[in-house]
């Protein structure tokens, strides 16, 4: 009988302190075999931390794990995998430079002989329709076809518990479809899954059961296929969700950013530069840029904040003045304002304070610097105005960035940007890794910023987030940009195959290479 | 047993500011038993090191001579190591400094006039500047380590200086020792405490340590340093060029150490000689980690590894401490600085296995 047969993991009253955080609070469910259980939840709400001792990276200050109805200590991830358990992390662990079967025979805990594994390899990707060459150099594949090698990689060793770590945020719509095909056919043959996301809709249609984690704590656990995305998103928050509000019937005045045949150069060996893209943003838009990820967002980003720039002034324009030969200071005067993807070390200096940060992109545009020397009054009072205008969780203006969460420290940074009321904003990712309450209050700060006039492009791997916030929608594709359209005439499936780069053949032919 | 380091989420900032205290304490410590371990007086080394120099007025106006340069230099270095730019040679910087203002009082010698001493202050800036173009320059254009390349330099602008001691620039009157004549009054650093050893170059190591502070604290040059040196990306973003801040931070730290290069030339040396290189440039790295990079920090820094240089020389002549020694007590105080410094930023946690998870 099925009940009969143990759980293939409990979680009995998981606690795990870190210094400062209860990252879980007395966590408690079960994982039958077979079954898809999807871990929900915002952004620091524990489950990484929760995967991270099931797979025996860290280990609980208390409570117990049990497998296929034993209590087990994991103490690392070579035990973890001998048990049966294999994980798929967010990140992948790939040497670009190495071919597929290089870098799985890497991952291997057991020495098998080169020929041994490619046959086995070709046997589990035959099984499951993962379709790749051992001999391909990563560097070479997409980040769909990467994952599948992290995938190979943990089905080579016949899990029966398979964890996946927010799989898809790098997928295109169609290779999401594949991978829950895989999903679903592992499950149909026992293996367990743990699938790790925020994406309700995606949970909805795969998963059997929903654990809902907010704050540490086990909320519920559901099933998913009754529930609603807007129930579940609210276990999720724990409180109401707040809409975006649009103005009805808004209206676009002149074009305010004009971007015209922008190349880049390519700078690194595995690094993807812009290639002719043209487009314009009116006052008041805001375009969506989509994308897989590696596509040449950063490149793009770079080029349009500055700190990559070129010689020809007339690449970027802003209201008919050529600002393409500045750099990120000047262009700021101009009225440009950028948030680049990668929020510690980038965007902000975590070692630094929060009013440091400010001087980093605010001292011209707010006047914090005189006769070479910095206000840190004017500093600390506009961080001040920004912590208190977007909720920063934060002790003050002298907190350390990097002591804020990711979540907050966006919210920082976009407010940043923001409050100095840049007639043009470039961000990238605004709301990756934020959990959705601050991801709410950001996109109504980019909304309500655009109709007050200004032009902003959002480059995203996000599609309804792009959907939700955007007037206008554009597909980059290896460093080349589609044609921008109004995202009402756009439909996901044309998104999808314009991210795999698939264009509608007449735009990207009539450019001679 | 095992053992692994996890990252405090805020360091103790008073625990920053006591390591350094704590890291000459287990020095003085752990060289006491060390010495006694090898067959010397332990406890009479760490007395004449430490404690001599402080207790003898007769000596504090050498720790005044010797601190100045180690403050000037440090100072200098601190402000590149706050921008990851790894200057190790401001020993040949030093070296270049004082023989730019050797090569003044030379041209000099004939003349006389107050503005003489401070022509060759900037010559010796100048010199230690340009002694750190070329690290800058490869650099910034080819990506060349500048540890090696200024290291490596130091070794040539010694071999410069004996060059000239020996040849072009020897005293036709010093019955053939390698060294220069002896600079004029006008070429001379003045003393400012009558009877006393104590010259301009110590008040001067003074201003130069706290003008710093304040543009490293206050301005738009301290702050583009100090993102550079934290997060490249952040700096290329706020609209800072990293390779013109490796430009900056080594010519500062080249010209502070030509400074206290042509100082030590026209002050306690007054010629130059092949023994010209003491180290200063060597042991003002220790200086700077020692003063936290802080250019306050510094000055007292400054003044405890002169305790140890001018307590080290004591030892010698009282206790027969060998000269080596000196270096040992200076490398521990900086290995113990550096190694408090890791227990401040993380903690360490034994037993990885956790057995309370069973509880």
Redesign the interface.
């Known amino acids: 009988m099925e009940n009969t047969r143990p759980n293939r993991l409990e979680l009995i009253g998981i606690t795990k302190q870190f210094?400062?955080v209860l990252a879980n609070d007395n966590v408690s469910f079960a994982v039958k075999p077979g079954e898809i259980h999807a871990l929900l939840g915002e952004n620091g709400a524990g489950k990484s931390t929760l995967v991270k001792m099931i797979y025996g990276i860290m280990?609980?200050?208390?409570?117990?794990i049990r497998w296929n109805g034993e209590?087990v200590?994991v103490?690392n991830p070579k035990a973890a995998r001998k048990l049966g358990i294999g994980m798929v992390f967010q990140h992948f662990s790939l040497f670009e430079a190495l071919t597929v079967l290089e870098n799985i025979a890497l991952g291997m805990d057991a020495k098998i002989p080169a020929r041994e594994l490619e046959a086995r390899i070709r046997d589990v990707m035959r099984t499951y329709g993962l379709l790749l060459d051992p001999h391909r150099t990563v560097a070479t594949l997409s980040v769909g076809e990467r994952q599948r090698i992290e995938i190979v990689r943990a089905l080579l060793l016949n899990p029966k518990l398979l964890i996946m770590d927010e799989p898809t945020s790098v997928l295109t719509p169609q290779e999401v479809e594949q991978l829950f095909t895989v999903l679903r056919q592992l499950a149909s043959e026992g293996c367990s899954i743990l699938y790790i996301s925020h994406k309700l809709h995606e949970i909805k249609a795969l998963c059997d059961t929903a654990t809902i984690l907010r704050g540490g704590k086990k909320v519920d656990t559901c099933d998913p296929r009754i529930e609603t995305s807007r129930s579940m998103a609210e276990k999720m928050i724990g409180s109401g969700l707040k809409d975006i509000v649009k103005p009805e019937g808004r209206r676009f005045g002149d074009a305010k950013l004009v971007v015209d045949t922008l190349s880049t150069r390519k700078s690194g060996h595995f690094d993807v530069p812009v290639d002719r893209v043209s487009f314009t943003v009116r006052a008041g838009e805001i375009l969506g840029i989509a994308g897989v990820a590696g596509n040449g967002q950063n490149a793009l980003l770079d080029a349009l904040?500055?700190?990559i720039h070129g010689d020809d002034r007339n690449a970027i324009t802003i209201d008919g003045r050529g600002i393409g030969h500045l750099?990120?200071?000047?262009r700021?005067k101009q009225g440009l304002c950028?948030v680049?993807e990668?929020r510690n070390?980038?965007?902000?200096?975590?070692?630094?304070s929060l009013a440091?940060n400010s001087?980093?992109?605010a001292?011209d545009r707010l006047g914090m610097?005189m006769l070479?020397?910095?206000n840190?009054g004017a500093a600390k009072t506009y961080t001040g105005k920004v912590i208190a205008d977007f909720a920063v969780k934060a002790l003050g203006p002298g907190s350390?960035a990097g002591?804020l969460s990711g979540g907050n420290l966006q919210k920082y940074i976009m407010g940043r940007e923001i409050l100095q009321k840049p007639s043009v904003l470039v961000v990238s990712q605004p709301t990756w890794g934020v959990d959705a309450g601050a991801a709410a209050a950001i996109h109504q700060a980019l909304v309500d910023l655009a109709a007050a006039g200004s032009a902003i492009v959002v480059i995203s791997q996000d599609l309804d987030e792009l959907r939700a916030l955007c007037d206008t929608l554009a597909v980059i594709n290896m460093g080349r940009l589609s044609a921008a359209r109004p995202v009402k005439d756009i439909s996901i499936e044309e998104i999808g195959l314009l991210m795999g780069g698939v264009h509608g053949g007449e735009e990207r032919d009539a450019v001679p290479a | 047993m095992q053992f692994r380091l996890?990252k405090?989420?805020?360091p103790s900032k008073a625990m920053l500011y006591l390591t350094p205290v704590g890291a000459v304490l287990a020095t003085a410590l752990v060289g006491a038993i060390v010495f006694s371990l090898i067959g010397y007086n332990g406890l009479g080394a760490v007395r004449e090191i430490f404690l001599t120099p402080l207790l003898n007025p007769l000596k504090w106006q050498d720790l005044a001579v010797k601190s100045a340069p180690l403050i000037i230099i440090a100072v200098g270095l601190s402000i590149g190591y706050r921008a990851n730019v790894w200057n190790i040679g401001a020993e040949g910087q030093y070296v270049l400094g004082g023989l730019a203002g050797t090569g003044i009082a030379l041209l000099t010698r004939d003349m006389s006039g107050p503005w003489i001493l401070p022509l060759m202050i900037g010559g010796g800036v100048l010199g230690g500047m340009a002694w750190a173009v070329l690290p800058a320059l490869l650099r910034t254009r080819l990506q060349v380590n500048e540890i090696l390349t200024s290291l490596m330099l130091t070794y040539v602008a010694i071999q410069l200086l004996n060059y000239l001691v020996i040849g072009p620039w020897k005293d036709p009157m010093g019955f053939g020792f390698p060294q220069t004549r002896m600079f004029t009054a006008d070429q001379m650093l003045p003393t400012i405490i009558p009877r006393t050893i104590v010259h301009l170059g110590v008040p001067i190591a003074l201003v130069v340590a706290v003008a710093a502070w304040f543009m490293m604290s206050?301005?738009?040059?301290g702050?583009q340093v100090?993102?550079v040196g934290?997060?490249p990306?952040?700096a290329?973003?706020?609209?800072f060029s990293v390779n013109r801040t490796i430009w900056l931070a080594l010519l500062t730290s080249g010209a502070l150490a030509g400074l206290a290069g042509v100082l030590e030339a026209a002050g306690p040396f007054g010629r130059m000689v092949p023994s010209f290189p003491t180290n200063y440039g060597f042991t003002a790295i220790i200086v700077a980690f020692l003063g936290r990079l802080n250019p306050l920090g510094i000055i007292f820094a400054g003044l405890a590894m002169a305790i140890a240089v001018v307590g080290g020389e004591v030892a010698q002549t009282t206790i027969k401490l060998p000269a080596a020694a000196v270096g040992i007590f200076q490398s521990m105080m900086l290995f113990f600085l550096l190694a408090s410094d890791l227990l401040v930023r993380y903690r360490v946690r034994f037993g990885?296995?956790?057995v309370?998870?069973?509880?």
Do not use: C, M
Request: aromatic share 6%; hydrophobic share 30%; proline share 7%.
């Open positions: 210094p400062g280990q609980p200050n208390a409570g117990e209590t200590v103490p904040s500055g700190e750099d990120t200071t000047e700021r950028a680049p990668e070390g980038h965007a902000a200096v975590g070692d630094f440091e001087v980093l992109t001292r610097v070479g020397l910095i840190s350390t002591s | 996890e405090r989420p805020e206050r301005s738009v040059f702050y100090k993102v934290a997060a990306d952040a290329r973003y706020g609209g990885d296995r956790t309370e998870a069973r509880a």
